[in-house]
């Protein structure tokens, strides 16, 4: 008797498991799909490839950081800007 309640436990189990999908395989990566992926995305975020040196590379990075710095100094001065707002009374 014991080993039916046994059985039964372990297919109830295991029709859970199934039935949840921690039975299924999980999808592999094809070396193509993976090898795509890794060259399209920069790890640097810059608009020149990672391993690139040359001196119009180096310039043209240095361009978009300044930009990006200028872009972050604007947004520094809005910020100070707000935090310097004065309140408006409001009548009701």
Do not use: C, H, R
């Not at 993976?34 to 001196?55: F, W």
């Amino acid at each position: 008797m014991k080993w039916i309640i046994g059985v039964i436990v372990i297919a109830g189990a295991g029709y859970f498991l199934w039935q949840s999908g921690w039975l299924e395989k999980a999808p592999q990566p094809t070396g193509q799909e993976t090898q795509e992926t890794q060259q399209a995305t920069s790890q640097s975020g810059l608009p020149t490839a990672d391993n690139d040196a040359s001196d119009a590379a180096i310039a043209q990075d240095s361009a978009a950081i300044d930009a990006q710095i200028s872009g972050l100094s604007n947004d520094s001065a809005s910020v100070d800007q707000s935090l310097n707002d004065k309140p408006v009374t409001q009548s009701y």
